[in-house]
C-alpha cells in the first residue's frame, strides 16, 4: 500500500485544467525576465560610472592646468578676461 500513498502525493492538487502549473511557470519566467533586466542595469550603471571616472579625471587635469596657469601670473588669462571686455565695449560702439 505504500506505493499507493506515493502515487496520490504525486496527484496534481490544483484545478483539473492544469491552470497551476502555468501560473507557476509565468512565475519564473517573470523572474528569469527580472534577473536579466537587472544584469543589464547593473551593466549599464558599470559603464556609466567608468565614463564619469573618465570625466572626472580629466576635469581634474584641466583644474590642474589652470591651477598652474593661474599661479604663475599667465598673461593669456589678462589677455582673455581684457579681449572679452573689449569686444563688448566695441559691440556697445557699434550700436
Known amino acids: 500500500m505504500s506505493g499507493s500513498d506515493g502515487q496520490d502525493?504525486?496527484?496534481?492538487?490544483?484545478?483539473p485544467d492544469g491552470s497551476a502549473p502555468v501560473v507557476a511557470s509565468s512565475s519564473q519566467a517573470?523572474?528569469?525576465?527580472?534577473?536579466?533586466d537587472l544584469a543589464?542595469?547593473?551593466?549599464?550603471?558599470?559603464?556609466?560610472?567608468a565614463n564619469l571616472t573618465k570625466l572626472?579625471?580629466?576635469l581634474d587635469e584641466l583644474l590642474a592646468q589652470f591651477e598652474?596657469?593661474?599661479a604663475a601670473g599667465s598673461p593669456d588669462l589678462d589677455k582673455v578676461g581684457s579681449s572679452s571686455d573689449e569686444?563688448?565695449?566695441?559691440?556697445?560702439k557699434e550700436t
Open 9 to 15: 502525493s504525486k496527484k496534481n492538487t490544483g484545478p
Open 30 to 36: 517573470e523572474m528569469a525576465q527580472a534577473f536579466k
Open 40 to 49: 543589464r542595469g547593473e551593466q549599464q550603471a558599470a559603464a556609466m560610472e
Open 68 to 70: 598652474t596657469t593661474a
Open 56 to 58: 572626472e579625471d580629466k
Open 87 to 92: 569686444s563688448k565695449e566695441e559691440k556697445k
